[in-house]
């Protein structure tokens, strides 16, 4: 992998010096990798994680080739009703990430930051503003967000429309769960639609739209199966691919091609040996680069992340006869939005349909939520008697995340679940006796 080192390492120093002449280089090695992944996929991972990454990369890849195939986003965005244009949804969140593939998330937060971008903003967020400002990537025809989560969304593409023009549509998502908030935001998706089909063109489906709901509610029920096969069975992945997992059941939900990616995996997973490690739910952002991270969670037979709370963040399947009022429910109901009690009632749901034997939240550098509310997931898990460790670092920024405090923490935290194991063992042994 020298040659692809030299290549981010290039296109890194070039970058810095000349950010405005840099997207063909970007762009060049998004379709490399691209082609690298489908005819030299990663070793020693699952067949159906291989598709997978191979499944973004092209994404993404073959989105941002044409500039007028895809719209920006946040992460909670409502890609089902851009698909029925033909077009795709790109998250700023998930192309920070990909900006970070080349080390460049460095330059674009400080480039951002002496713009004036405040400090404590969420750094990926700052990523793609300074992505923006520097010149280094072009801007879409149009954008789309929502208030769900975090607070810096309309922040983020306020700043954009004003120094780079891109108009955008702002949902509003209310906290409260009624009728009168789900027809409330309902009317927005419409409005939404009707903005799409004025700038694009053509006329919005409502039936088109139905048709994607039901793909989803099969691709949501799949996923679900397959998370209970992982907490069964050892399926050899890395930390990137509970990311790329999170990506599609954001940005290719709905798709019959996710669909069948992930009944490809629960066929593939059964043909894997029984788990018979520690077996751990993720809550919240997952710092794929962190050195001690991966050193424990890529394809380790002793530790294993079974799921993502982040890629069932909606549980409940929708009424797809109507769709507009479906899709409100939907994003109402976001693990995320609201009280964080309701995020930890839906966290404790999950785990006692997969039973992971620990839980890990990664609290991410500006995101007030995940930090705020931590304590109270942590007094549920209590009660359910799963063991819970919260790591702070940040998702995407390397300077904030501090491998020797981690690695302490991680290590600590594993060999007290290796001691209750072996204790159990014993005391099951003197009862048998």
């Given at each position: 992998m020298w040659i692809a080192d030299k290549y981010i390492n290039y296109v890194k120093e070039q970058t810095i010096a000349h950010p405005e002449e840099s997207w063909g280089k970007i762009l060049l090695g998004f379709r490399l990798n691209k082609f690298r992944m489908k005819v030299l996929p990663t070793k020693g991972i699952s067949k159906g994680n291989q598709r997978l990454e191979a499944m973004m990369m092209s994404f993404v890849a073959d989105s941002l080739a044409r500039p007028d195939s895809y719209v920006w986003g946040n992460i909670f965005a409502p890609c089902e009703i851009i698909q029925c244009f033909g077009l795709n949804t790109l998250s700023i969140e998930c192309l920070a990430c990909y900006f970070s593939g080349y080390h460049l998330e460095d330059f674009f937060i400080d480039h951002a930051q002496n713009a004036g971008i405040a400090p404590t903003l969420c750094s990926y967020h700052k990523t793609f503003v300074g992505a923006i400002d520097s010149g280094a990537v072009p801007v879409p025809e149009y954008a789309v967000t929502t208030s769900l989560s975090c607070d810096g969304n309309l922040n983020t593409f306020r700043y954009l429309e004003k120094k780079k023009g891109v108009p955008f549509t702002f949902l509003d998502v209310p906290y409260r769960d009624d009728p009168a908030s789900v027809e409330y935001l309902a009317e927005q998706l419409k409005d939404f639609g009707n903005a799409l089909a004025a700038r694009f063109g053509g006329r919005f489906d409502a039936a088109a739209l139905g048709q994607r709901l039901d793909i989803e509610n099969q691709t949501r029920k799949a996923l679900e199966e397959f998370f209970r096969l992982q907490s069964e069975r050892y399926y050899p992945g890395e930390l990137i691919h509970h990311l790329y997992l999170m990506m599609g059941m954001h940005l290719l939900i709905g798709t019959r091609e996710f669909l069948d990616l992930i009944r490809f995996m629960i066929e593939d997973i059964k043909t894997y040996p029984k788990f018979d490690g520690k077996k751990i739910l993720w809550v919240h952002l997952i710092p794929f680069y962190q050195e001690t991270l991966q050193s424990y969670f890529n394809t380790n037979k002793k530790y294993q992340i079974i799921a993502c709370d982040m890629s069932m963040d909606s549980m409940e399947a929708m009424d797809i006869t109507k769709p507009f009022h479906a899709l409100a429910r939907k994003i109402i109901h976001n693990l995320y939005n609201g009280s964080y009690s309701n995020k930890a009632q839906m966290v404790g749901r999950l785990a006692r349909k997969l039973q992971p034997d620990a839980l890990i939240q990664f609290c991410h550098?500006?995101?007030?939520?995940?930090?705020?509310?931590?304590?109270?997931?942590?007094?549920?898990?209590?009660?359910?008697?799963?063991?819970?460790?919260i790591l702070d670092g940040d998702g995407i920024d390397r300077r904030n995340s501090h491998d020797g405090q981690i690695r302490t923490r991680l290590e600590a935290f594993l060999e007290m679940l290796d001691e209750k194991e072996t204790a159990e063992e014993s005391e099951r042994e003197e009862q048998i006796c």
């Open positions: 550098w500006g995101c007030k939520q995940s930090s705020g509310g931590s304590l109270l997931l942590k007094e549920k898990m209590q009660e359910m008697n799963i063991p819970m460790l």
